[in-house]
């Protein structure tokens, strides 16, 4: 992969609205236009990545469950969550960990 500078400079022509729009968003966060630009293009492009791992890992989990006929209902899953936000408001103990049982 060749070497990228730390900044590239770009142009980038956006509709007077939108423009409007960033300029307030950006004062209220105390940012400059940039930094809030820059800022947002970075959240952006983080969470398409995310997304794409998360659609990997659950074609994954998809597979391993056809594989070998095991996984998670979903009560159980959400009597998990249920457990465990319970237990991060300090309400309860850790919710044991799920166990993946025969399907179908």
Same mark, same amino acid.
């Given at each position: 992969?060749?070497?990228?500078?730390?900044?590239? =400079?770009?142009?980038?022509?956006?509709?007077? =609205?939108? &423009?409007? #729009?960033?300029?307030? $968003?950006? &004062? *209220?966060?105390?940012?400059?236009? !940039?930094?809030?630009?820059?800022?947002?293009?970075? @959240?952006?492009?983080?969470? /398409? +990545?995310? +997304? #794409?791992?998360? %659609?990997? $890992?659950?074609? $994954? =989990?998809?597979?391993?469950? &056809?594989?070998?006929?095991?996984?998670?209902?979903? $009560? @159980?899953? +959400? #009597?998990?969550?249920?457990?465990?936000?319970? !237990? +991060?408001?300090? *309400?309860? %103990?850790?919710?044991?960990?799920?166990? =993946? /049982? /025969?399907?179908?």
């Amino acid at each position: 992969m060749p070497a990228v500078s730390a900044n590239v =400079a770009t142009s980038l022509k956006l509709p007077g =609205a939108l &423009k409007l #729009q960033l300029e307030e $968003d950006a &004062k *209220q966060m105390g940012m400059s236009l !940039h930094a809030f630009m820059v800022s947002t293009l970075a @959240d952006a492009a983080q969470r /398409k +990545r995310l +997304r #794409q791992t998360f %659609a990997q $890992d659950s074609a $994954d =989990a998809l597979a391993v469950m &056809k594989a070998t006929g095991t996984g998670h209902a979903l $009560d @159980d899953v +959400r #009597q998990y969550f249920s457990q465990l936000k319970e !237990h +991060r408001q300090g *309400q309860s %103990a850790p919710p044991a960990p799920l166990q =993946a /049982k /025969k399907m179908g």
